[in-house]
T-cell receptor
Framework: GQQLNQSPQSMFIQEGEDVSMNCTSS?????WLWYKQDPGEGPVLLIA?????ELTSNGRLTAQFGITRKDSFLNISASIPSDVGIYFC???????????FGAGTRLFVKA | NAGVTQTPKFQVLKTGQSMTLQCAQD?????MYWYRQDPGMGLRLIYY???????DKGEVPNGYNVSRLNKREFSLRLESAAPSQTSVYFC?????????????FGPGTRLLVL
C-alpha cells in the first residue's frame, strides 16, 4: 500500500534557527497537507498543497509540493518556543478519499 | 461554527465492554473519517464515509464498526474492547474544492482498555 516516509523523526534546535523536514513516497499524490499537533490536541492544518511544484507560505512556514508529486518539504524560519510539537505530512492519492499520514517529526525548541 | 467535535474526551473500559465514540461536524462536509493514533505510528485510518449513507474500511478496521447517521454525524463503535484498542481516536472531515481536498480534525478521544 501507499506509505509516506517522514524525516527526521525528531529535531532539537535552538530558538531562532531554521528548520526543515520532508516527506517522500514511492507513490504519486494529488494533495500534500502539513499539520501540527500540540500535546493533548488534534492535528491542526498548517498548509495545503494541490499542484506539483506549488510553493506556499503561512507566516514563518513554507511548504512545497515536489514536481515528481512524490515528495514535499516544510520549512520553519526563525523558530520560537511555541513551534514545539509534532509535525505531520499527509498525502491524498489518486482515487480519492484516503489520506495517508507520515509518522511525524517531533520538534523541540530550546529558548 | 464549532468545526469537528468528539465525545467523550476520555474513556476507560474493561476488556469486553462496548462503547460508541461520537463525532459531529457543522461544516457541511461530505466525507468523514475515523483514525487511531498510537505512539510512533502516526495516524492510521480505521473507517471512512465518502458521503451520507456510505462507509468503507480503511487500513485497520478489525474490531470496529461505524455508522454515518446523517451528513453531520459519524460514530465509531467498539463491540468488545480489547487492550490493543487503547489509543487516541480522531475524527476528521474533508472539504473538496476546485483546488483539492483539505482535512480537518476533532480534538480526539483518549481510550484506555484494561
Amino acid at each position: 500500500g501507499q506509505q509516506l516516509n517522514q524525516s527526521p523523526q525528531s529535531m532539537f534546535i535552538q530558538e531562532g534557527e531554521d528548520v526543515s523536514m520532508n516527506c517522500t513516497s514511492s507513490s504519486i499524490f494529488n494533495t500534500w497537507l502539513w499539520y501540527k499537533q500540540d500535546p493533548g490536541e488534534g492535528p491542526v492544518l498548517l498548509i495545503a498543497l494541490y499542484k506539483a511544484g506549488e510553493l506556499t507560505s503561512n507566516g514563518r512556514l513554507t511548504a512545497q509540493f515536489g514536481i515528481t508529486r512524490k515528495d514535499s518539504f516544510l520549512n520553519i524560519s526563525a523558530s520560537i518556543p511555541s513551534d514545539v510539537g509534532i509535525y505531520f505530512c499527509a498525502g491524498t492519492g489518486t482515487g480519492g478519499f484516503k489520506t495517508i499520514f507520515g509518522a511525524g517529526t517531533r520538534l523541540f525548541v530550546k529558548a | 461554527n464549532a468545526g469537528v467535535t468528539q465525545t467523550p474526551k476520555f474513556q476507560v473500559l474493561k476488556t469486553g465492554q462496548s462503547m460508541t465514540l461520537q463525532c459531529a461536524q457543522d461544516m457541511n462536509h461530505n466525507s468523514m473519517y475515523w483514525y487511531r493514533q498510537d505512539p510512533g505510528m502516526g495516524l492510521r485510518l480505521i473507517y471512512y464515509s465518502a458521503s451520507e449513507g456510505t462507509t468503507d474500511k480503511g487500513e485497520v478496521p478489525n474490531g470496529y464498526n461505524v455508522s454515518r447517521l446523517n451528513k453531520r454525524e459519524f460514530s465509531l463503535r467498539l463491540e468488545s474492547a480489547a487492550p490493543s484498542q487503547t489509543s487516541v481516536y480522531f475524527c476528521a472531515s474533508t472539504v473538496s474544492g476546485t483546488s483539492g481536498e483539505t482535512q480537518y480534525f476533532g480534538p480526539g478521544t483518549r481510550l484506555l482498555v484494561l
